[in-house]
């Protein structure tokens, strides 16, 4: 388990509104805090971001689970801020918006508005694909964390990824990028122009495919990957607390 207790999940209680806010494969929601404290002080809203199964203790855990465990994780935090709040916008960074993608569309009664944040959903460059096919179930492959422009930060990350959970990562993605028609809420889409990790085209994609009318794409000019973490993380704390005045009048 990570000892910095930035990589812990944690819970801003404010208004009626609510933000779900996920973070990325293989990270913890330290990736996310800035934003999450942020917003919360800027909106009053309420903030939970929740620590995804086989996250924040070892690579060796995270091999043991699959994609469903980490939607399960987003949907009981779904639930739990739902005790809390009648407006809910999902939202997550990477692997995070993925999800958030996914809960918005199984769950259009409980999400109001989605954002994605360089989410991912199934387009992936010829490097990336060839690792889907690994046969060694016992292989690992180098992280993928700390893709940040900023040289003065570091997202709290594990270093190796057993090669299951890139599978299970894969088909997430996947089935996630073909459900977009079915996706009807207002969505944020922000994407780094520069990103070492998720191929920007899937920006791009969402836009162009998901059955919502109410669309806005945002790019990133002076971040890569974490962008949460990186030089365009206070506009990525504006640009939601703007969704969120628009979704439920919560002052941004």
Known sequence: MFSDPQAAPFFLPGSNTGVLL???FTSTPQSVRYVGESLHSASGATVLAPLLKGHGSSPEDLGHTCFLDWLGSAE???EELGKHCGTIVAAGLSLG???A???AIRHPDKVRAVTTING????YSAEHAAKFLETDSSSYFDGIGSDIRDETAREICYDRIPAKAIRERYFLTLSTGMMLPLLKQPILILQSRT???VDPRNAERIARECGSTDIRLRWLENSFHVATLDHDKDLIVNELATLLSRCNGVAG
């Open 22 to 24: 996920l973070h990325g």
């Open 76 to 78: 009981e935090a779904l």
């Open 97 to 99: 918006g993925t999800l």
């Open 101 to 103: 993608l996914n809960m």
């Open 120 to 123: 991912s959903t199934g387009l």
């Open 195 to 197: 990103d070492h990790v």
